[in-house]
T-cell receptor
Framework: DQQVKQNSPSLSVQEGRISILNCDYT??????FLWYKKYPAEGPTFLIS?????DKNEDGRFTVFLNKSAKHLSLHIVPSQPGDSAVYFC???????????FGAGTRLTVKP | DTGVSQDPRHKITKRGQNVTFRCDPI?????LYWYRQTLGQGPEFLTY????????KSRLLSDRFSAERPKGSFSTLEIQRTEQGDSAMYLC?????????FGQGTRLTVV
């Protein structure tokens, strides 16, 4: 059962433009959401998170938006840089729960 | 380096052999997780330890899989009688709060 879905397997943007990565979830009990970035031959690294009591969280060039009614979240990267090229995973969990569910990932390519 | 470390990074084994992977978590983290990732998929939860106690196991974890965390420090994941379907990246993660920190993973290839 795929409770977290990333429907776009890949995204290509020009350097300096905005990258928008999307994620949908089905379990309305999820109350904490995270984004991870993964480079080849490395494990996922934590990027940014958001609690369900918020609808936006910002950290430098990265902003995550949460729309609970639509069960949708998105990650915005502005401006995009070539070093941002990686696979981005969306994850959801119950707060402090142990079974964090991941989406299948979106491969972002930022072209110089 | 105070991150999560995994050993080995790569393992090639013949079908039917047993393999064991090791994970050293961030030292102050009392929670340790094992995930499995196959091509084109996100990480899938396998099992979880709070200190030395294994508190949760996914139904993905068949009886050929066993995990331990003696003394609540490092952890091992053993796969007995490996099958080709076991070929995957095995990821270990540790956390204290909500964010999990992952190791680089062990890529297992069963031939």
């Amino acid at each position: 059962d795929q409770q977290v879905k990333q429907n776009s397997p890949s995204l290509s943007v020009q350097e300096g433009r905005i990258s928008i990565l999307n994620c949908d979830y089905t379990n309305s009990m999820f109350d904490y959401f995270l984004w991870y970035k993964k480079y080849p031959a490395e494990g996922p690294t934590f990027l940014i998170s958001i609690s369900s009591i918020k609808d936006k969280n910002e950290d430098g060039r990265f902003t995550v938006f949460l729309n609970k009614s639509a069960k949708h979240l998105s990650l915005h990267i502005v401006p995009s840089q070539p070093g941002d090229s990686a696979v981005y995973f969306c994850a959801a969990s119950l707060y402090n729960n142990n079974d964090m569910r991941f989406g299948a990932g979106t491969r972002l390519t930022v072209k110089p | 380096d105070t991150g999560v470390s995994q050993d080995p990074r790569h393992k090639i084994t013949k079908r039917g052999q047993n393999v064991t992977f090791r994970c050293d978590p961030i030292s102050e983290h009392n929670r340790l997780y094992w995930y499995r990732q196959t091509l084109g998929q996100g990480p899938e939860f396998l099992t979880y330890f709070q200190n030395e106690a294994q508190l949760e196991k996914s139904r993905l974890l068949s009886d050929r899989f066993s995990a331990e965390r003696p003394k609540g420090s490092f952890s091992t994941l053993e796969i007995q009688r490996t099958e080709q379907g076991d070929s995957a990246m095995y990821l270990c993660a540790s956390k204290q709060g909500v964010e999990a920190f992952f190791g680089q993973g062990t890529r297992l290839t069963v031939v």
